[in-house]
């Protein structure tokens, strides 16, 4: 117990975590592009707020939360995604108030009780955005165009875009009466979840993920048959911006997000060498949701990315970065006598801006050698007796091999000038 963490979890270890840090850096980059700003909300919120935002017949709300009573007696969830949070941090902060539409994004850890396995964790992390106070089918192409860029940029290809529109409250009741007459008859077929799905949900039966389930809804009526006029406009309108901006999609009628308050755009983007786990990106337009926080109603659309799924796609198609370890200088003490100085310069070196490292080990000369090789180090600062008898020390430039005996006190100035070049 004490030495392997839950199931579910994992670290994330020096030789990767600059790999993270590479994946932040993109994000940052193409939100700057996009003119989102990011918001950091807290990791656990009231359970209400999850059962209100992402809706009690969901599989995160049924199954998979996270759900502590604190000792105060409240109910906390640990976050199982962020757009409730976002909205949350929204009404509580007024952020309508501000220039509108609200553009947020978002990185951090998630939690959520699911089956681990390969691209599926308990903690894992997602970079999300959200669009808050606008109406139109522009705002929906900007989104999922965002989601094409980072992922563009980080060199993924193969990617698939999936879209879809699930209506509104005015078209969807219709719909869902037409799901439940198909499904009427094959309904004790239908898994045991399907079949309590039937009643609350029907629209998600077509996500099911049970075989049976998913064959016998071939052949299910679509939403798109079903979508009121503005949604049909809606949907077109979104189309025509995506195939003008050169952003190719597929339509799939039976792509219906999770979450209880999509409303119109849901979308999805699938990088298929992942096998099972092969969305790395969902998401879709939430009408519904602000005003269900509490919130005047005010219209709102985002999505989520899976950054280990990310991470995954990246190692597979050999598009992760090398790890820079490299240092300037190494300073390299011989003798018990010459750490002081050596830690001092060591000091120097480091306030100065310099990346710097010093051996802690007492290695002989070799092996420090050897190890500054490692980093790798452009410098080595040898201080042996004689070097700290005549306040010197002998830079070795680890590059050409040269070195030179030089003033303690001019290492530091040395070191910059280099630098510089
Ligand atoms: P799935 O059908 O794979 O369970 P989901 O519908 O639960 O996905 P969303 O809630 O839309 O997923 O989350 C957006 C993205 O977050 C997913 O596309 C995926 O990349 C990532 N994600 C979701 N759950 C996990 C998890 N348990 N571990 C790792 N990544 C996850
Ligand atoms: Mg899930």
Redesign the pocket.
């Known amino acids: 117990m004490l030495t392997t963490g839950p199931r579910?979890t994992k670290d994330i270890l020096p030789d990767s975590s600059g790999h993270w840090q590479y994946v932040e850096k993109i994000i940052r980059e193409v939100c700057n592009n996009f003119a989102y700003q990011e918001i950091r909300t807290p990791v656990f919120e009231h359970t209400e707020l999850f059962l209100r935002g992402i809706g009690d017949t969901t599989?995160?709300v049924e199954k998979?939360m996270y759900t502590f009573t604190d000792r105060a007696k409240r109910s906390i969830t640990l976050r199982?995604?962020n757009t409730a949070s976002a909205v949350r941090s929204y009404l509580e902060n007024k952020l309508y108030s501000g220039p509108q539409p609200t553009k947020l994004f978002y990185i951090g850890p998630?939690f959520?009780y699911?089956?681990?396995q390969a691209?599926?964790?308990?903690?894992?992390?997602?970079f999300?955005i959200e669009a808050i106070g606008a109406q139109g089918p522009a705002i929906d192409a900007e989104v999922i165009s965002l989601a094409v860029a980072f992922l563009n940029k980080l060199g993924l290809s193969d990617l698939k875009l999936l879209i879809n529109s699930v209506g509104c409250p005015q078209c969807r009741p219709v719909y869902r009466a037409k799901l439940q007459e198909f499904f009427q008859d094959k309904r004790s077929h239908l898994c045991s979840d399907c079949q309590s799905r039937y009643d609350r949900n029907p629209m998600r039966i077509l996500?099911c993920?049970n075989e049976t389930c998913a064959e016998y809804s071939q052949g299910a009526p679509h939403m798109l048959d079903c979508l009121c006029e503005e949604c049909d406009s809606h949907f077109a309108g979104l189309q025509e911006l995506l195939t003008t901006a050169g952003i190719s999609f597929v339509i799939n009628p039976r792509l219906v997000?999770?979450?209880d308050y999509y409303t119109k755009t849901a979308f999805?983007?699938q990088y298929s060498p992942l096998g099972?786990?092969?969305?790395?990106?969902?998401?879709g337009r939430y009408d519904g949701l602000i005003a269900e926080c509490g919130g005047q109603p005010t219209p709102g659309i985002g999505?989520?990315?899976?950054?280990?799924?990310?991470l995954l796609a990246l190692e597979k198609q050999a598009l992760l970065p090398l790890i820079n370890t490299a240092i300037d200088v190494f300073v390299a003490p011989l003798g018990t006598e010459t750490r002081a100085v050596a830690f001092q310069l060591l000091t120097e070196l480091r306030y100065a801006g310099i990346a710097a490292d010093m051996d802690f080990m007492n290695r002989s000369l070799k092996a420090q050698m050897k190890y500054a090789n490692k980093y790798p180090a452009k410098f080595v600062a040898l201080i042996g007796e004689n070097e700290l008898a005549e306040q010197k020390v002998m830079l070795k430039n680890m590059e050409t091999g040269s070195q030179e005996l030089i003033a303690r006190t001019a290492l530091v100035p040395m070191i910059l000038e280099e630098m510089e070049k």
């Open positions: 579910g599989d995160i998979e199982p995604e998630m959520r699911d089956r681990p691209g599926r964790y308990r903690q894992f992390h997602q999300g996500d993920k997000r999770g979450l999805e983007i099972a786990q092969s969305a790395v990106c969902g998401g999505f989520a990315i899976g950054i280990e799924r990310v």
